[in-house]
């Protein structure tokens, strides 16, 4: 392999990467398709309506219980970063510039599909003056007004920490404000380059200070130790973080990290019981969880555990808060 899909020369990381071939997954990775009538209807519209969201293009294992729930998940600002992260399958390269249409099209998806929830994410922007600011911003509002009904999440980037770019995301008050983390300090910057650890905490706590309710995302199996783990997750509640996932590492290509460790499912579900001990609000942790994994949930959730009344357009949502199963199999 000398050449990344794209066809841009390789980087010497990933040469380095290629030559670990791709780990078998053990037995307890794997999920079971269930195609429930609200998945299947969803299906159907997606195809017939040309929509696209990351669930069916990246494969997410949760698709189908996600669909059922009618909540999806969309990729904004193009389809090229200008950061590269070791575990990101999202290619590396200079973007287009982007569609100021984008979010208008985004929320008529959101209509159409009739979700009840949406999570919006987006590859990182240097190149622009506002690092796509207004762009996430915009397509929060476009959500909210065309579709007031459904709650809107919003996983940014870290916009270098720069309190104006936040607040001009903050303004459009997504329901949750997410950026992930993903890993300790101990391997940050070898795996995510471009971003700093304690930063990101600053942008989670920024998100706080605004008001509203945050998250945040850790990754297992890129290298870390379990000590590491613990003192993460007291750094992100710390932080002001409510809401909490963690994963495993599943490796996009050879390109990319190899796996380091397979956690077994008892570990994860030590881990949540450790993280709602530590004070986070809501905790989902297990092999095949994803950061948007059941978001309309937690956020109900995590609402309820502030005491604060859901919107009324969003009173949907109220009974999702109790008694989902936490995937931790």
Request: with cysteine; charged share 30%.
């Amino acid at each position: 392999m000398s050449a990344a899909p794209d066809g841009r020369r390789m980087l010497r990381l990933e040469v380095r990467n290629a030559q670990t071939p791709i780990e078998r997954k053990p037995e307890w990775i794997k999920t079971r398709a269930k195609m429930g009538p609200e998945y299947r209807q969803l299906q159907q519209l997606v195809k017939s309506e040309e929509l696209h969201t990351v669930c069916q293009e990246a494969g997410c294992p949760n698709i189908y219980e996600c669909w059922e729930d009618r909540e999806a998940t969309f990729l904004i600002g193009g389809s090229q970063c200008t950061r590269r992260c070791d575990f990101c399958q999202i290619d590396t390269g200079k973007p287009a510039d982007y569609d100021v249409d984008e979010p208008r099209r985004v929320a008529e998806s959101v209509v159409r599909m009739q979700l009840r929830y949406s999570t919006v994410t987006g590859v990182a922007r240097d190149d622009l003056p506002d690092e796509g600011a207004w762009l996430y911003a915009e397509t929060i509002r476009e959500i909210h007004r065309q579709s007031p009904g459904t709650g809107v999440e919003i996983l940014v980037p870290d916009f270098s920490g720069n309190p104006e770019l936040l607040a001009e995301v903050f303004s459009a008050r997504p329901e949750v404000f997410a950026h992930n983390v993903e890993t300790v300090p101990r391997i940050f910057k070898r795996i995510r380059p471009a971003f700093r650890y304690e930063r990101s905490l600053d942008v989670i706590t920024q998100g706080r200070d605004a008001g509203l309710i945050t998250k945040s995302n850790l990754i297992l199996g890129m290298g870390e130790e379990r000590a590491e783990v613990s003192q993460a997750l007291q750094d992100l509640h710390d932080a002001g973080t409510d809401i909490i996932t963690i994963t495993q590492y599943l490796r996009p290509s050879p390109r990319h990290l190899p796996v380091d460790r397979w956690v077994r499912p008892e570990e994860f579900v030590e881990l949540k019981e450790e993280a709602e001990q530590i004070g986070f609000l809501g905790v989902l942790a297990g092999p095949l969880v994803r950061s948007s994994y059941r978001a309309g949930r937690l956020w109900a959730q995590s609402m309820h555990a502030k005491g604060r009344a859901l919107p009324e357009e969003l009173s949907h949502l109220a009974d999702a808060s109790l008694g989902f199963a936490q995937a931790v199999g």
